[in-house]
């Protein structure tokens, strides 16, 4: 079963390398680590429910995985269901500490709403000392993608939070503060020019 498997994911046959796994995991169903490749082959082919639900299956067995926990919000993201992704990161950053998870967390509370929480967690992110070493992609105004700090988009993040809350002096001045550190960070400059 394990030989068919890796045969079907060399030539990238999602259907056989599912129905490998399934036989994988009767054979030994106390396997996490098969249940996980199960729920990485929907997530990665967009069935979204299906990996939710290997991820649930995964988080009954053990509540603080983060490798389910971290499949179980990105499945719940890729379905729209903001609020349970934002619980599951929640749980992930509380289990890893990681900068990148705060990350999306504080993305996920702007998108809510929550901009008390959102603040809070970006004003943990910029005291970080990691805050200029952790690097996250965006586009580019030439649709081609680049690498920035965190702290780039988190202050844009801040800046988009303040333009929301009618604080429009604060809003500029987190967007600019965004563009002195990456004057091609597209995102800012977009931000700075709707605040005019």
């Not at 249940?35 to 053990?62: D, M, T, W």
Request: contains cysteine.
């Amino acid at each position: 079963f394990y030989v068919k498997y890796q045969v079907a994911n060399q030539f990238a046959d999602y259907d056989v390398a599912r129905s490998a796994l399934y036989d994988l995991i009767i054979e030994f169903p106390a396997n996490d680590s098969l249940l996980l490749s199960l729920g990485i082959l929907y997530y990665e082919n967009q069935k979204y429910p299906s990996a939710v639900l290997v991820g649930q299956e995964l988080l009954a067995r053990n509540s603080k995985n983060p490798s389910a926990l971290e499949l179980t919000a990105s499945a719940y993201e890729g379905l729209n269901i903001s609020e349970k992704a934002l619980q599951n990161y929640e749980s992930l950053y509380l289990v890893s500490n990681s900068l990148s998870v705060l990350y999306k967390v504080s993305f996920l509370q702007y998108s809510l709403n929550r901009y008390q929480e959102c603040l809070a967690n970006t004003d943990i992110i910029l005291a970080s000392k990691e805050a200029d070493e952790v690097k996250v992609a965006f586009s580019t105004g030439d649709n081609k993608t680049k690498e920035y700090s965190i702290r780039i988009p988190i202050l844009n993040l801040k800046g988009m939070v303040a333009r929301d809350s009618g604080d429009k002096v604060s809003a500029k001045k987190y967007f600019e503060q965004a563009i002195a550190l990456a004057p091609d960070f597209q995102a800012a400059k977009d931000n700075l020019s709707k605040l005019k």
